[in-house]
């Protein structure tokens, strides 16, 4: 199932960053531009599903460039969700007068973002099967957690020999390995992976809470991995890490 595209209109890179985060962890593709005009091609090209537009923009005001936008031909049905920090009842009133369908206060709240955007572009599901290859742990917990807040089905699986076979039944689309400085078998058990027909093509990333970050490059090439995710975890640089293999494995 494609994504649904969410086109930000914002010149505040603080404000763009966290919203188009926000959107994105929720399963959204999200288009920015900095400045009306811009956000007016990308409109007309992007085909978005919905836009979220800032009411200050440089060189032209949010409301002028509502009206152009419900004015084309190409976006003129694209529903439209003003963003401000300005919330003056007469301001608001004029924006549901020209057409905008919604209103989103300034700094945004998380859950009330999400609420709005999926009314008019629907909820967004990731599809895809991870497994996760260890023993139980913190960082085995926190990456469980993460990647079922993702809406990821995962499937965990004890580090042994015969666990390979339950493996190829899965097929997952991405393979998560925890590595300890003691263990010597996990060359063996990715090599295996990067052998069998069913899994050869699956991306598998190694994580360890004993290894430094700066040694996780070389371990990647020791083993034969395809990468590997920095622990602690931090929520959103691991999503985008997950989203480009969920894309790089379609």
Known sequence: MAKAKILLIEDD??????????LKSSGYEVLVAARANEGIELAKKGNPALIILDMILPGMHGLEAAMKLLDMPETKNI?????????????VEECYRIG???FLKKPCDPKHLLKVVEKFAGKQKR????????????AYTQLVMYLGKMHLKVETILPTRKNLEKLMEIKPNVI???????EKNKKDFIKRIKQDEKLRGVP???FSPEISEEKMPDLVNELGADGYL???????????????YLKSNE
Do not use: C, H, N
């Open 176 to 182: 998560f390995i925890e590595i300890s400085p003691q």
């Open 127 to 138: 599809e895809g099967t991870v497994a996760v290859v260890s023993k139980v742990s913190a």
């Open 204 to 206: 598998v990333l190694i």
């Open 230 to 244: 920095a622990y602690p975890f931090e929520y959103f640089s691991l999503m985008e890490a997950i989203d480009q």
């Open 79 to 91: 529903p439209i969700v003003a963003l401000s920090g300005m919330t003056i009842p007469k301001f």
């Open 100 to 102: 905008i369908k919604d």
């Open 13 to 22: 890179p603080v404000q763009s960053e966290f919203i188009s985060r926000q």
